[in-house]
T-cell receptor, first 114, second 113 residues
Framework: DAGVIQSPRHEVTEMGQEVTLRCKPI?????LFWYRQTMMRGLELLIY????????DSGMPEDRFSAKMPNASFSTLKIQPSEPRDSAVYFC????????????FGQGTRLTVV | EDQVTQSPEALRLQEGESSSLNCSYT??????LFWYRQDPGKGPEFLFT???AGEEKEKERLKATLTKKESFLHITAPKPEDSATYLC??????????????FGKGTHLIIQP
């Protein structure tokens, strides 16, 4: 398996524009997580899904953020409108099963909002 | 509120100089404590999971231990390729199933040849 695949790797956008980040989890994994990493706050959980259903979105910072998982092999994180403070590295991770097995992370999307 | 605190924030060692990284945690109902390694420009890479106090796990030059309040990542005779940021994270019981992780801010480790 190629691992968790995220796209794009880098995104530069202007304030006010819509941004969509994409993730393909590892085949067979039933949990998918979105995290955000900044120097100030470290890695923070934004939202996670189980079997394509959102379970906990309490980490989503504002209504400008939304996430979907239309099927087991694809998820998106959308920011609309984007703001400079959204600049960060966004990671997607997936894991398997009900046991607390390790989560596998993608390479991340570095978002810069100017 | 769940908290994970890692120390030191940064550590510079000479090749072969052993040391330990600390992870203190406060969580109600610990389900698991995780150690990850992160290289620049990459996503975190899983190292260990510890589930109960007294548990230890080893991998090459790394050994992770767990008590009721903290975990240590011991690095024995490190090499330059061990340079990375080491992240500690906890998961807690929240009604069943997997759960998202609460991460510390990491220890940036540099091993000088």
């Amino acid at each position: 398996d190629a691992g968790v695949i995220q796209s794009p790797r880098h995104e530069v956008t202007e304030m006010g524009q819509e941004v969509t980040l994409r993730c393909k989890p590892i085949s067979g994994h039933d949990y998918l997580f979105w995290y955000r990493q900044t120097m100030m706050r470290g890695l923070e959980l934004l939202i996670y899904f189980n079997n394509n259903v959102p379970i906990d979105d309490s980490g989503m910072p504002e209504d400008r953020f939304s996430a979907k998982m239309p099927n087991a092999s694809f998820s998106t994180l959308k920011i609309q409108p984007s703001e400079p403070r959204d600049s960060a590295v966004y990671f997607c991770a997936s894991s398997h099963g009900d046991e607390n097995t390790e989560a596998f992370f993608g390479q991340g999307t570095r978002l810069t909002v100017v | 509120e769940d908290q994970v605190t890692q120390s030191p924030e940064a550590l510079r060692l000479q090749e072969g100089e052993s040391s330990s990284l600390n992870c203190s945690y406060t969580v109600s109902g610990l389900r698991g404590l995780f150690w990850y390694r992160q290289d620049p420009g990459k996503g975190p890479e899983f190292l260990f999971t510890l589930y109960s106090a007294g548990e230890e796990k080893e991998k090459e030059r790394l050994k992770a231990t767990l008590t009721k309040k903290e975990s240590f990542l011991h690095i024995t005779a490190p090499k330059p390729e061990d340079s990375a940021t080491y992240l500690c994270a906890v998961s807690k019981y929240s009604g069943g199933g997997a759960d998202g992780l609460t991460f510390g801010k990491g220890t940036h480790l540099i091993i000088q040849p």
